[in-house]
């Protein structure tokens, strides 16, 4: 396990159709984070766990949007009902809590709602 | 919550130059990262640092907690070093935001 991956890297839907993103953490990190990054902008927080617990979501993250970490490993994101405006980067990145926590991030899916 | 305010938003440099990126934040900071988004949109780590000092290669970081800014240097400028750098600053609250990045064009 060299890094945190995501799947799938690029995704094109028509607006109206649901997606599910996956992102695999480092291995041994207990922390889990989505980010939105949109053209120009730098990475916006969306939410956010600690092992199966999802702690915190951001305001951004709106009721067509929910995320899962179920075994405290992998996570998904879901959209439902996309939106031309959900289109964006989305960013995983994963840490151990600790008191030197760094976050190492994953490739991104880049999505295309049509 | 905190605010991260990134400068300059552009740097356009000839290769061989030393560059000097800022980050500003609002408040107290539990953590702070230095990140470089190549043109793939990865992004990767460059430092941890919250307070203090560290030299990585051609690179080094600073970060004034009192004064509520960081620094990252980078000397020998490289095309390779192009990209946009972001800096992002976790409050008291636990929230991490990220500034907006300084776009770095280094010209060969």
Known sequence: ?114 | GIQVEQSPPDLILQEGANSTLRCNFSDSVNNLQWFHQNPWGQLINLFYIPSGTKQNGRLSATTVATERYSLLYISSSQTTDSGVYFCAARGRDDKIIFGKGTRLHILP
């Open chain 1, 1 to 114: 396990d060299t890094g945190v991956s995501q799947d799938p890297r690029h995704k094109i839907t028509k607006r109206g159709q649901n997606v599910t993103f996956r992102c695999d953490p480092i291995s041994e990190h207990n922390r889990l984070y989505w980010y939105r990054q949109t053209l120009g902008q730098g990475p916006e927080f969306l939410t956010y766990f600690q092992n199966e617990a999802q702690l915190e979501k951001s305001r951004l993250l709106s009721d067509r949007f929910s995320a899962e970490r179920p075994k405290g490993s992998f996570s998904t994101l879901e959209i439902q009902r996309t939106e031309q405006g959900d289109s964006a980067m989305y960013l995983c990145a994963s840490s151990f809590l600790g008191p030197k926590e760094t976050q190492y991030f994953g490739p991104g899916t880049r999505l295309l709602v049509l």
